[in-house]
């Protein structure tokens, strides 16, 4: 069964920066995608940035030049390194694995960017 567990969040002031990880276990074939998403108070889930098996990623308009997704498949784990945070970013960020019809998802770790 594979889990994820999400690190790395916390309080950071605006033009901060933080870098989340994601830890996987249990075993899984490739290929398959890692994602970031984020929820905020009163809004829905959305997408942040995703990286395939080959590496091809993928990111959200709002955070484009400011985030990046990487991965290391020896440990097991993706990363996003977040650059000059906005109060905007202020949310619960979660870790996705997209198999063909497998959805995994962690439970999340908070962001908070404040002065």
């Known amino acids: 069964q594979v889990q994820l567990v999400e690190s790395g969040g916390g309080l950071v002031q605006p033009g901060g920066s933080l870098r989340l990880s994601c830890a996987r276990s249990g075993s899984i074939f490739r290929p398959y995608t890692m994602g970031w998403y984020r929820q905020a108070p009163g809004k829905q889930r959305e997408l942040v940035a995703r990286?395939?098996?080959?590496?091809?990623?993928t990111y959200a308009d709002s955070v484009k030049g400011r985030f990046t997704i990487s991965r290391d498949n020896a440990k097991s784990t993706v990363y996003l390194q977040m650059n000059s945070l906005e109060p905007e970013d202020t949310a619960l960020y979660y870790c996705n694995l997209k198999r063909f019809d497998m959805d995994y998802w962690g439970k999340g770790t908070q962001v908070t960017v404040s002065s």
């Open positions: 990286i395939t098996s080959s590496g091809t990623t």
